[in-house]
């Protein structure tokens, strides 16, 4: 059994649903479901759903999120952008974990990590009144000493350190730069009494580097594992990442 807890991302399954049904979120045959596909991760081992409520509400709606509360059985982790409206729902809500990601509208996906350093002042308080409801909060951040350093000021629990780049690097020389970010951020928040997560763009491939990160607790996928279910189904998908993540050696 690995110690490498995984929190799969269902948002790419909301993605789907949306393409078809965004315009009438009440059909009752809007599909695929993201709860049902928490609930199947879950079954095949997952330690965590992750799912994040974007401002544009492109892929996963309010009600999706208060569904998700009431039917996860592990935890929730919450992604969300520092913003009034978001705030409100997710202290309403109050997931188990809030991952607080900087979110631009026209981006893809999230791009790059919040800058710590540079937003204290707004991040300060959110993080108090997220902690105050009981939410434990990580801040998604990229693998720089200094990022980490200004999480651990700010007394968070967890650091989400962003592997998208490690994920995209095009070259052997990036890879291995990256990797060694990842390595010595790791042990900088370890040593901070941090909890270290990794995500973003992690696949079956890439996996073998991450598990080259030390004092890792836990990966959160989404992607990867949805696209590889088309394949295999989405039980299978998780149960195969699971088995390539009992190498860690952690
Ligand atoms: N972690 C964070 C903070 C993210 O924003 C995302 C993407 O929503 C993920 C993990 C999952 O990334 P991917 O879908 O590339 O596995």
Redesign the pocket.
């Known amino acids: 059994m690995s110690s490498l807890r995984l929190?799969v991302?269902i948002?790419?399954v909301a993605t789907l649903r949306q393409a078809r049904y965004a315009t009438m979120p009440e059909s009752k045959n809007a599909e695929p479901d993201p709860i049902l596909a928490a609930s199947i991760c879950e079954r095949a081992g997952a330690g965590g759903i992750?799912t994040?409520l974007r401002a544009d509400r492109r892929h996963i709606q309010d009600r999706d999120v208060e569904r998700l509360r009431q039917s996860i059985m592990t935890k929730m982790n919450l992604?969300m952008g520092n913003t009034e409206q978001i705030i409100d729902i997710a202290l309403r809500i109050k997931p188990e974990e809030v991952?607080l990601?900087p979110e631009k509208r026209e981006e893809v996906?999230?791009e790059g990590g919040l800058d710590v350093i540079a937003q204290r002042k707004e991040l300060e308080p959110t993080i108090k009144r997220l902690q105050l409801a009981g939410i434990r909060v990580s801040l998604?951040i990229d693998p720089s000493l200094e990022q980490v350093d200004a999480a651990a000021e700010l007394g968070v629990e967890m650091v989400?350190l962003?592997t998208?780049r490690l994920?995209n690097a095009f070259t052997e020389k990036i890879q291995k730069e990256e990797l060694e970010q990842l390595r010595s951020a790791a042990r900088a928040a370890s040593e901070s009494n941090l909890q270290v997560n990794a995500?973003?763009?992690?696949?079956y491939k890439n996996i073998a580097l991450i598990n080259e990160i030390p004092a890792l607790t836990e990966l959160?996928?989404?992607?990867?594992?949805?696209s590889r279910a088309m394949r295999v189904g989405l039980e299978t998908a998780v149960k195969e990442m699971l088995a390539t993540m009992a190498k860690y050696p952690g």
Do not use: K, M
């Open positions: 929190g991302n948002d790419h992750v994040h992604e991952c990601v996906t999230t998604f989400e962003h998208g994920a995500g973003h763009g992690i696949n959160n996928i989404g992607h990867s594992i949805v």
